[in-house]
């Protein structure tokens, strides 16, 4: 146990004077991090968004004034976007134009009238060439609303037809509330996910984290293969050590410069980038986890390949495949094939397990995604175990 110490404090030692340790576990990933959450936070986080629509009322009717009050204000109260109120259709069009709202919701005028007796009527909605989606977004919110009118009058024309009731402006107020009061058949509805998707600053910060862990544990292990190249590996075997002594101090090399460059990312992006990781107990188990099965994998690689510049050419291609699949650069959709081949990967189960603490579900949230991270490490150190004793040779 002391050779194996004193060869990870050589290790160290070498590694901090390169600085080596310093780009690829902590300026690479931190940077990184934070170039993807500030270019992508935007899209990804809803809060970010900032949409206004406008509305023109040039009916000034009942009707015009329901959609306004009942459906438009809702919406803007709740922060989904806001509504600048206009004078004219020809203001709309210039602002609508010049980009200062996403949209603008036009009622023409005899809007309410057409609707109060059942003829055609229309919400125009006058969209930004350059918004797109928000455009369509206020096309569903009108559509939205003149289905639930259509509904409401052909309720009350069918019910008239089989009464054989003339129209009376005196029992249709009634009836309509009764329409309302009926329950549809389907309804959307709120529920509460298992796991809870991240912001962008603790997506990329985890993503980018659980990336590079992958590409700085090389720094020991591969120390193996660095010593055979620079026939140190004499001097090491000649010593009163055993050769797993070797090994294990390799390791404990790995071990610690994973554990310390995760531990300085999950505290640097927390405080700089605004990252939440969850509870703490539950993060570490999870870091924990992700270091083992990084130093399964570079075990692999080691004891496989040939030399160091083999080695590390193979580890960053495993790396960024097993990222690219886990869904670190990009969500991977649950279904079809990519979905089966994601959850082949520790980078899938580590964002996982951060989604299950960030519903607040405490320790035992990260247990299932860390116990599957850990046992991907397990079994592959395992494998390379039948063939690691062979670099430990001149």
Do not use: C
């Amino acid at each position: 146990m002391r050779a194996a110490a004193l060869i990870m404090l050589k290790d160290l030692r070498q590694r901090v004077r390169d600085r080596s340790i310093f780009l690829w576990g902590i300026i690479a990933p931190l940077g990184l991090a934070a170039i993807f959450s500030l270019v992508l936070g935007g899209i990804t986080d809803t809060q970010n968004l900032d949409i206004s629509y406008g509305v023109v009322d040039e009916d000034g009717g009942a009707q015009a004034a329901l959609f306004i009050e009942e459906v438009l204000e809702p919406l803007n109260d709740e922060g989904l976007f806001t509504i600048e109120p206009m004078g004219s259709e020809a203001e709309a069009d210039q602002r609508t134009g010049d980009g200062e709202v996403e949209a603008t919701f036009l009622l023409p005028a005899g809007f309410s009238d057409a609707v109060g007796a059942g003829q055609p009527a229309s919400i125009l909605v006058i969209g930004n060439v350059d918004s797109p989606t928000f455009s369509q977004v206020a096309r569903s919110i009108a559509g939205q609303y003149a289905g639930q009118v259509n509904t409401i009058n052909a309720s009350l024309f069918t019910y008239l037809a089989l009464s054989g009731e003339a129209p009376d402006p005196a029992t249709l107020e009634p009836l309509v509330g009764e329409v309302l009061a009926v329950t549809p058949p389907l309804t959307l509805v709120d529920s509460e996910a298992a796991s809870k998707q991240l912001s962008a600053a603790t997506f990329y910060s985890a993503a980018m984290a659980i990336l590079f862990l992958f590409l700085t544990v090389q720094f020991g292990v591969l120390g193996l293969l660095e010593e055979r190249q620079n026939e140190t590996m004499r001097r090491l075997l000649a010593a009163p050590i055993s050769r797993r002594s070797i090994i294990f101090g390799k390791a404990l090399t790995s071990f610690v410069i994973g554990l310390a460059s995760m531990a300085i990312l999950v505290i640097g992006t927390t405080l700089l980038l605004g990252a939440e990781w969850g509870d703490p107990l539950g993060v570490a188990i999870l870091v924990l986890a992700g270091v083992i099965a990084a130093m399964g994998i570079m075990f692999v690689v080691t004891a496989f390949a040939k030399t160091p510049e083999q080695a590390g050419n193979l580890q960053s291609i495993i790396a960024f495949v097993l990222a690219m699949l886990g869904g670190a650069f990009f969500p991977v959709a649950a279904e079809g094939i990519l979905g089966r081949l994601s959850l082949l990967t520790p980078h899938a189960w580590f964002l996982r397990g951060l989604g299950d603490l960030a519903t607040g579900s405490g320790v035992e949230g990260a247990f299932p995604a860390a116990l599957y991270v850990a046992l991907f490490g397990i079994v592959t150190g395992g494998i390379a175990q039948f063939r690691i004793g062979r670099v430990v040779r001149p």
